[in-house]
C-alpha cells in the first residue's frame, strides 16, 4: 500500500514547516502550497488522500478553495485550519464541505490523530467486493463510493457517505450524536458534536425533496438522527 499524501496548504511557511516534520515523522508524504491556485493545481495531478486548508489566504480563500476541491474531487479529505474560534468560522467550513477543523494554535499530535482517523473513514468504504446497496429511491455502490437517488448521481463528501452508508444499512435506528461522531469519526475524535448537525443538515439539502421537512433523515427529539423506515422504504436490497 502506498503511503498518503497530504496537501498542507498554508501561506506562512514556519506553519507549513512544523506541520511537515510531523506528518513526515508519521511516514506520509507531505506536499506543500502556500496559495489556493497552487493547491489546485497540486490537486490535479498529484493523487492526494488529504487536504489540510487554511482559511486566511492570500487570492482566493481557503473556502474558494474546499468547494472547487469539493466539486471536483469528492473522495478527498479536508481538515480546515482557522485562527479563529468563533463557531461561524467553524460551521461555514464544514457547509463548504470540509470533514473536520483544527483552530490555530493546535497540537500537532491531534493534527495527526485527526488525520489519521479521517483516512481510516476513506479507507473503509472501499471494499473489495463490488457491492450494491438499494433502499427505495437510494442505491449505493460501495465498490465505487457512489450514491444515485432515482438513478441520478449525487456527490456525497468522505463524511457524508458513511453516514448515509451507516444509516441505510440501519433503517429505522435511531442513533445518539455521540454514537454518530464514534461510528464515523472515530473513538479517538477530539471535537463537539455539532459537526455531526452540520453534516445532517448538508444532507438533508442533497437527499430530501424538501429539507426543511425531511422525509428520510428525522429528528429523534432528545436523542439524534434515524433513517426513516415506513411502508415506502420498506426495506433493503443487496447485489453482489
Known amino acids: 500500500m502506498r503511503n498518503k499524501k497530504i496537501l498542507v496548504v498554508e501561506d506562512e511557511e514556519s506553519i507549513r514547516k512544523f506541520i ?6 508519521e511516514g506520509f508524504i507531505v506536499i506543500e502550497a502556500e496559495t489556493g491556485e497552487k493547491a489546485l493545481e497540486i490537486a490535479k495531478s498529484e493523487d492526494i488522500d488529504v487536504v489540510v486548508l487554511d ?24 481538515i480546515m485550519l482557522t485562527a479563529k474560534s468563533q463557531d461561524v468560522d467553524k460551521i461555514m467550513g464544514l457547509e463548504y464541505g470540509t470533514d473536520d477543523y483544527m483552530v490555530k494554535p493546535f497540537n500537532p499530535l491531534e493534527l495527526v490523530l485527526r488525520i489519521k ?11 473489495e467486493n463490488h457491492e450494491i446497496v438499494t433502499f427505495g429511491p437510494f442505491k449505493i ?15 456525497l ?9 451507516l444509516f441505510i444499512e440501519n433503517p429505522g435506528r435511531a ?10 469519526w472515530g473513538y479517538d475524535f477530539i471535537g463537539d458534536t455539532k459537526i455531526v448537525d452540520v453534516n445532517i443538515r448538508r444532507l438533508r439539502t442533497k ?7 425531511p422525509h428520510y433523515i428525522e429528528t429523534v427529539w432528545g436523542v439524534g438522527y434515524r433513517w426513516r423506515r415506513d411502508g415506502n422504504l420498506s426495506g433493503g436490497d443487496y447485489e453482489k
Open 141 to 155: 455502490d460501495k465498490y465505487s463510493r457512489q450514491f444515485f437517488k432515482n438513478e441520478k448521481h449525487i456527490e
Open 55 to 78: 482559511i486566511m489566504l492570500p487570492g482566493i480563500d481557503g473556502y474558494q478553495v474546499c468547494k472547487e476541491l469539493r466539486n471536483k474531487y469528492s473522495t478527498i479529505g479536508i
Open 117 to 127: 482517523s479521517l483516512i481510516r473513514r476513506i479507507d473503509a468504504n472501499k471494499p
Open 20 to 25: 511537515r516534520i510531523n506528518l513526515e515523522r
Open 207 to 213: 437527499i430530501e425533496d424538501d429539507s426543511k421537512n
Open 175 to 184: 442513533f445518539t450524536r455521540d454514537e454518530i461522531l464514534n461510528l464515523v
Open 157 to 165: 463528501t468522505p463524511t457524508e457517505y458513511s453516514i448515509i452508508k
